[in-house]
Every structure is written in C-alpha cells, then in structure tokens.
C-alpha cells in the first residue's frame, strides 16, 4: 500500500463500533486498558471531551487515535490512546493518525500536544521521539511533549 493509498481518517462517533474495536485490540496493548477502565466508560468520556480518530477497513476500525484538548491549560492537547489492529499493523496508521490527531489539535489552537507510556513499551516511545516527542518526566510513566507549530495557520482540520 502506497502512503498515498491510505483510508480516510473519521472522527468516529459510534460508540459502538469504537467499543467493539477496543474489545479486539485491548490484550495486544502493553497494560490493556479494559484492566485500568472501563470501556464504555473510557470511550462516553472521550467522545464528550474530544476526539476519535479512526482508519476504516470497509466498515470496520483498522486503527484509532484518542485525543483532547484542553489538557493542563486552554493551549495544550492530550493523546489519550493510539491503537492499530494486529492485522493492519506496519502499514503506517498510527503515524497517519497521530498526525492527523496533532494537526486538528494545532487548528484548535493548542500549541503543545502531551502523551504518557509505559517505560518498557520502547517500540513507543521510540516512535513517539522520531515524531518529535521529547522526554518531560519518567515516573510514574514517561511524559513526552511535541510542541505544535502555533503560527502555522492551517485551517480547520477536515474528516471524512
């Protein structure tokens, strides 16, 4: 698949679809979030305060992005949850999502987008630092920081 041949990117409201996705993917993840939340819950909570990017395959979530803004201050975004099903990974979704998740964010008016991971998911983080994510704290879980181009003057990010 050519970078050029990716699905469209949705801010997927369906609750139940999101549900379904998190129910497959929720062992493949280093600490599955069923064991820190629950999932009706983590999804209603995010769907009310941001944004759920999705990669489709047909009818079905290939890949997802969580994010919100607002997080610590009114300029700074938070990235909640980045998720690729075990059947569509090594295609580039995550990085096609985290872009798109940082560019609507940047359109929103944030200027710096936050996540937190796990020390040992080095895959990661490792991702994360070639993305421009640097390193803010490493207890209990490390805290990177991207900052976003606050004068880039996109316009409102659009979906499909």
Do not use: W
């Not at 395959?57 to 300029?75: H, Q, T």
């Not at 909640?80 to 995550?94: M, N």
């Not at 040992?120 to 490493?138: C, D, F, L, P, S």
């Amino acid at each position: 698949m050519k970078h050029t041949d990716f699905p469209p990117i949705i801010d997927c409201r369906d609750e139940q679809k999101i549900i379904e996705f998190l129910k497959i993917i929720d062992n493949t993840l280093p600490v599955p979030l069923s064991a820190r939340t629950d999932l009706t819950k983590f999804v209603q909570k995010n769907l009310a305060r941001g944004h759920i990017l999705t990669l489709l395959d047909g009818e079905n979530i290939a890949a997802l992005a969580v994010y919100y803004p607002r997080f610590r201050s009114e300029v700074d975004a938070y990235f909640d949850l980045l998720a690729t099903a075990p059947e569509h990974g090594g295609r580039g979704y995550g990085s096609r999502l985290m872009q798109a998740a940082e560019d609507s964010a940047r359109a929103e008016g944030m200027v710096r987008m936050h996540l937190h991971t796990n020390i040992e998911n080095v895959v990661a983080h490792t991702m994360y630092k070639k993305r421009g994510y640097e390193i803010v704290e490493t207890e209990p879980k490390l805290h990177m920081v991207k900052e976003l181009c606050p004068v880039c003057g996109l316009d409102k990010v659009e979906f499909g």
